[in-house]
């Protein structure tokens, strides 16, 4: 049954998440709260977006009713998947002192094995980028490894693209490729509602094996390709990575850095929203006894002064600076840092963003007229004006 194409219709859906949490998963996937479609815990059919889709643009996002009853049928939203595995606020260590010293205290509650459904092929391309930050590196990060060790995915090939994404230019979807358990094609045609199943991993296969199911026909197959065809040519955005990184690099000093800074309210809110970034910062706290004592983690981002503080101020003190780094990085510094772009083509940074200000437009001016740094890139890069 490994790499099958198989054929579910909707209910089974609901069976898929009742297995799921019957097998200890806390099953998290898309609901309507607030506005939006999030991702939060789930426990059957009518908890997902039934009939909703979303409106995206530069600074705008609103959500309405769809024609029919997909489950599926948006692009995304303001959560990415890093919320929970590499959650906003977590407890590296508690101490508590004993005699001279101190004795850490063990945390005793497991990482709770998570449930992914819904998975985009962006997604899952930002959470490979994770693994990477996270994994591969001389340093494991303990709290994420657990958490991944142990996520079960259901991603799902993306029916309707939004008016920012650009995944098709970052070469990371609409069609979801590997690193999955299970891969649904959403299907309604003539008030037929189904989907193409791939099962990806063992523990997909146990998961469906008792499961109503059968073979997809080669009808249904090539309706699920007709659908991503479809998908890549609805990209609301295009970004020219043609030797992007050079060009950004030899443009530190472009006076298109100027244009935003004069825009960016240095918010933050692309950071947060971006299911790549992974910049955090740590409080050390003790009760007023001096009896304990602990160290948290919390998201941080380049967009704020402190983040960039060392003794004498902050190396980034202008939202010029603090655009560029973060952009430059993003698309840039991260290849020669990671191996691949730091960008998924998402949209988030663009829809979120209170101003409207577009990644992918900044880019293509500074393309149409660049103005090369007589300094060196890097200098240029990190100066703090």
């Keep these: 049954m490994l790499g099958a194409k198989l054929a579910i219709e909707r209910e089974v859906l609901e069976g898929i998440i009742t297995g799921l949490a019957n097998r200890g998963y806390r099953v998290v996937g898309p609901t309507v709260r607030d ?4 991702y939060e815990t789930v426990a059957r059919l009518e908890d997902l977006p039934v009939g909703w889709t979303d409106r995206q643009d530069a ?8 024609a029919d009853a997909a489950l599926f049928g948006y692009a995304v939203g303001p959560h990415s998947w890093k919320r929970f595995l590499h959650p906003p606020v977590e407890r590296l260590w508690q101490a508590r002192r004993e005699g001279d010293g101190f004795a850490m205290i063990e945390d005793e509650e497991a990482a709770e094995p998570l449930a992914f459904i819904g998975v985009r092929a962006c997604e899952l391309r ?9 994994l591969a590196g001389q340093y494991l990060d303990k709290s994420y490894k657990m958490r991944r060790d142990h996520a079960f995915i259901v991603a799902v090939n993306c029916g309707q693209a939004g008016g920012t994404c650009f995944c098709v230019s970052m070469d990371a979807g609409p069609k979801v490729e590997a690193d999955f358990d299970l891969a649904l094609t959403e299907l309604i045609e003539d008030d037929h509602h189904l989907f193409v199943m791939e099962v990806g991993s063992a523990a997909g296969v146990d998961l469906v094996k008792d499961l109503p199911h059968r073979p997809a026909t080669e009808e249904e197959i090539a309706a699920a390709e007709r659908v991503v065809d479809r998908t ?3 990209m609301g955005r295009t970004l020219d990575t043609d030797g992007l ?7 530190a000093n472009h006076p298109r850095w100027d244009e935003v800074a004069g825009r960016c309210l240095t918010c933050g809110n692309c950071t947060n929203v971006c299911p790549t970034c992974f910049c955090t910062t740590v409080d050390d706290t003790t009760d007023l006894s001096g009896a304990t004592a602990e160290r948290v983690r919390r998201w941080d981002s380049c967009f704020t002064l402190d983040f960039s503080y060392i003794h004498g101020g902050s190396v980034r003190n202008s939202a010029r600076s603090r655009y560029r780094q973060w952009m430059t990085h993003k698309l840039a510094h991260w290849v020669d840092q990671f191996g691949s772009s730091g960008c998924v083509g998402c949209g988030r940074c663009i829809t979120w963003c209170p101003v409207g200000i577009d990644i992918t437009e900044e880019a293509a001016v500074i393309r149409t ?3 090369p740094s007589p300094e060196p890139s890097q200098k240029g890069a990190n100066a703090g004006t």
Excluded: C, S, T, W
Aim: glycine content about 8%; cysteine-free.
């Design 59 to 66: 600074g705008r996002y609103r959500i309405e009713r769809r």
């Design 369 to 371: 007229a660049p103005e």
């Design 232 to 234: 890549k040519g609805q």
């Design 126 to 134: 930002a959470i490979a980028i994770h693994d990477r930050v996270f």
């Design 245 to 251: 990184k050079e060009l950004l690099q030899a443009n």
């Design 35 to 38: 506005g939006a479609i999030i």
